[in-house]
């Protein structure tokens, strides 16, 4: 094979310079170099350069959204039963959870799971009993604090058991606020302080749940509302306010849902999910309901909708031991972004199909 050009150049270019070195030539170059007047204009004129690395401002775990005083508060996630039978309502500290899961209950009503972790309350409430679904829901963010008043033994001997930690603040006075003009069974309400102060040395914040984005994924229906019927008294529409970028809550179609501070309920993200849903073995009541069991884990799946930005998007679910997030992935195997944000979690019987309006 022939030599190169370039390699040619490489090898006669030693001789070159001995050769000038030789006859004086190679001093008399450099020195002309040296003293060039556009060669010393250039070279004062090269600035040095320095490299600064951004380092990324901490986001809070389950929101997406700056830190609080760019701080993520060193403590687990801490969730909240809170009851949602229409005489609850207007409850309180909704609009300050990170996520809230609302859950089916016996008798065809609904309760809340409110998870906060980078925002507090000073009132949250009205709290009630725990459900053995608060496993499942909650056993995905390590080791939350559940705070609630009381259970049924075989649920609470099942939460003892797993990796959650039992607040139970009706078993003292010293952990309830009990608010002028409430009356039982919704009188119970705490704080971020009382619960959070009864595990004091837990500072490990929880992992993600969901990926977040501000970019719009691809695809999606553009939707205005999304209507779940739970039950009589729980028939739940979001709509969509593109003014305020959130899905607004409201009942049976037209009755904003409104917490008692005067907000109206919203979030920028609802994610549908469709579980499986069985009763017993334990009544929960003295009037027959059987407990409410959802098929949330190990290795269980279902079809869900992610609703952002006026969108729908449809999507697969998965999950695999109780400790594993939920992932929400789209046609191509690949998980939804949500808007950086609050969320909630509709869990919704696979028996009762949400309806959306264009």
Known sequence: MGTSENQRSRARRPFTWYALAGTGLAGLLLAACSSSPAHHDAASRVKPTSTTSTTPKPTCPLTGLPAPDGTVPQRPAMAVKIDNYPTARPQSALDKADIVFEEPVEGGITRYVAVFQCQSSSLIGPVRSARNIDIGILGQLGSPLLAHVGGI????????????????????????????????????????????????????????????????????????????????????????????????????????DMLADGTQNQTPNVVVQYVQISYGPWYENDLGGLEVQADLYPNASGTAVVYRNGKAFQATWHRGALGSPTQFDNAFGVPIPLEPGTTWVELVPNTIMATTTP
């Open 153 to 256: 033994n075989p649920v609470l001997a099942n939460i003892n058991a797993s990796p959650l930690v039992n607040v139970d603040i009706g078993q003292s006075n010293s952990l309830m606020i009990h608010p002028p003009g409430k009356v039982s069974p919704d009188a119970d309400y705490t704080s971020s302080a009382i619960v959070y102060g009864t595990h004091p040395t837990m500072t490990t914040p929880p992992q993600p749940l969901f990926p977040y984005s501000t970019a719009i994924p691809a695809g999606g229906t553009p939707v205005s509302s999304v209507n779940i019927d739970f039950s009589g008294t729980s028939n739940v529409t979001w709509k969509w306010n593109p003014t305020t970028n959130t899905f607004q809550r409201f009942y049976n179609g037209t009755t904003p």
